[in-house]
DNA sequence: TTGTAAGCGTTATCAT
DNA sequence: ATGATAACGCTTACAA
């Protein structure tokens, strides 16, 4: 004998790591419970009912006992529901990204957005496949943050991004990350590297000092060549050649700048103020210039970039430049859940003295 | 004359923040310009075609023509499609929530899925309603990060989130936060706060220390509360009485913890060692200390706990406890994405002695 | 190998 | 106020 029930259910599918289906209740459920149909229902359960019927109460009490919760993703196929604003950075821990990630996060909450971030570990491919998916998923905008390669390369990758964000009606915004003046369609959210690290050599060359040396990463990323363009800006301010014997190439770790000072400064007794790309590094120069009996800031000074947190506390505490990091976020956030966007911004920097720079002694 | 276009395609209707609709190009466009089904081009694209037929081609070069992005939304509808694994935590900045999301992320991006961030801002119904929208788009799991109050409220709370995931079959998993013993089907990865004061404790008391005070933010979070009973545990051990005049309540900043530190010195001069509930206090701490001329550690040692970046930089540099928050986010990820889950993990963590702590003096 | 057809869980249209 | 019904864009038996 061979027995048949209608209405049983076809066996479901379960691949991971999809969404699970047949898990919980659908609206149908509901309807069905409730004795309505699904159109009832749905416009109860949006709050979206004209005025409170039988019908109503019934509708609600049926999702409550099912414990109904309503699918977004099939919401979003339908054009209502929520979007996702992603974030993309090659990594997530570091003060500057955590920061402008708040910052945009604020935004997009606010305006009822998903935040979603995601990080490459610096690969291009990664970063690729990630556009790709992001795409896929419908965000409504990939923030891309931080320093990338300043080639023409980067340039047709990002217009690459663009356009497929574009066909999914998604925007692409570059932050902490000067514009592509070739690609107008992506957005900018910058502040000013070359003029932060200016202020700092003015600020040196304000105090006496000529032999001024620059602890940088060196390479074709934008940030680092951007600041050293600042500090090459700087000399030339006030008339001092620049010597690119004066210049330490550092990875970006305190270690790094730390090793790399010990070498300089053996060959260059004669300097008398370290500017550094990053806080990390100059934390890094600090404790081997201190460890080598050099006095900071009376024998060399020594300025930061970033502000980070704790850097106020240490002794001595350093000066460096203070970038407005949750605010490029807010604004990039601001683009991303569709404000409208004039032109690229580069929001100003602030130079705060601290002890670790001083007159150059006579 | 009236004319009728056939295939004239609906009004779009365009409900902002949901995704836009008949934006780009479906799978229907592709395969009508390839001049095969939907079944085979879908098949085609997902590279799940048997052999290389002509059509095979023709669908990549439609695809490739009309910029075909597939809509993920609607492959999760069927089951199959990208879960995103959700980070929800008080607030986004901080190296320890860094950390933890990092290695959250690591793991989830490995294995094929989105990583959401969410910050409630320490708003409760903002929790709720997050953890509500977050089913609603059918997450794998929700990371719940940090602290949280230890009261049963909180529990019948996170007994009603795990009851609302459940539903969609994902999972809640703590972090940084103690299993509840009552609810063993939420997940609990989290470190050893009571035994890192604890063996701070140790530590100065083998250096001599005996009237050793606690600063902390003493309220009723679960992190505060740990770390604290840590410190009895400490003093309980070296049969020490504890002194509820030598807790010091201070708010989690620098400045707050100084200010704090400056009333309680000049009221327990006795005191040789402060051991804070966070890095960021210990710095305030020394700050404050140092200021009003007292020497770190001849006079008074003090410990901090997290071991941010910058402490070991400090000078004197800081003595504190290192917590595995990379790996508390890995755990928790694996888990996340359908790890096994036999039970809380409390992993241990390591106490880093520097400078900041010495011998009483005689 | 390919096509047909039946979903997935919603929302919107348009009658009633 | 409510209910049929048709989308939305995709995947996948099952049949050819």
Redesign the interface.
């Known amino acids: 004998m061979t027995t048949t029930i209608a209405d049983e259910p076809p066996a479901?599918?379960?691949?991971?790591?999809?969404?699970?289906?047949g898990?919980?209740?659908t609206l149908a459920d509901v309807a069905r419970l409730a004795d309505v149909s699904r159109a009832t229902a749905s416009r109860v359960l949006a709050g979206r009912a004209a005025g409170k019927s039988a019908s109503h109460a019934r509708v609600l009490a049926a999702a409550e006992e099912l414990?109904y919760?309503?699918?977004?993703?099939?919401?979003?196929?339908?054009?209502?529901?929520?979007?996702?604003i992603a974030?993309v950075s090659s990594?997530?821990?570091?003060?500057t990204f955590?920061?402008m990630?708040?910052g945009a996060?604020d935004i997009a909450?606010a305006?009822?957005?998903?935040?979603?971030?995601?990080?490459t570990g610096g690969d291009l491919d990664r970063e690729a496949a990630l556009i790709?998916?992001?795409?896929?998923?419908?965000v409504?905008a990939v923030l891309l943050v931080g320093s990338t390669p300043a080639t023409e390369e980067f340039e047709r990758r990002a217009q690459g991004y663009s356009?497929?964000l574009a066909?999914?009606?998604a925007r692409l915004i570059l932050c902490g990350r000067a514009a592509l003046p070739e690609h107008p369609q992506i957005a900018s959210i910058d502040y000013d590297h070359r003029g932060g690290v200016r202020s700092g050599v003015e600020h040196l060359v304000g105090l006496g000092h000529r032999r001024i040396a620059f602890v940088g990463s060196l390479d074709d990323m934008t940030t680092p060549h951007q600041r050293f363009l600042g500090y090459q800006d700087g000399l030339a301010d006030a008339g001092i050649e620049f010597d690119a014997d004066l210049t330490v190439q550092s990875g970006n770790s305190?270690d790094d700048a730390a090793s790399a000072t010990v070498a300089f400064i053996e060959r260059h007794p004669e300097v008398t103020a370290m500017v550094c790309q990053t806080d990390?590094m100059a934390?890094?120069v600090?404790?081997a210039l201190?460890d080598a009996g050099i006095a900071i800031p009376a024998q060399i000074s020594v300025v930061g970039f970033d502000d980070?947190?704790?850097?106020a506390?240490?002794?001595p505490s350093l000066t460096t430049v203070r970038a407005p990091f949750h605010r490029v976020g807010e604004l990039a956030g601001r683009i991303a859940?569709?404000g409208v966007y004039d032109g690229p911004a580069v929001l100003p920097v602030e130079l705060i003295v601290r002890g670790s720079t001083g007159p150059v002694r006579a």
């Open positions: 479901r599918r379960n691949a991971t790591p999809g969404p699970e289906r898990g919980g209740a414990g919760v309503v699918n977004g993703l099939a919401r979003s196929m339908m054009g209502v529901g929520r979007r996702s974030f990594i997530m821990v570091g003060p955590a920061t990630a708040g996060e909450t305006k009822g957005h998903l935040f979603t971030m995601c990080t790709e998916t992001l795409s896929e998923q419908r409504a356009d497929t066909r999914v009606g305190s990390v934390v890094g600090c404790r201190h980070m947190q704790l850097v506390d240490l002794t859940v569709g």
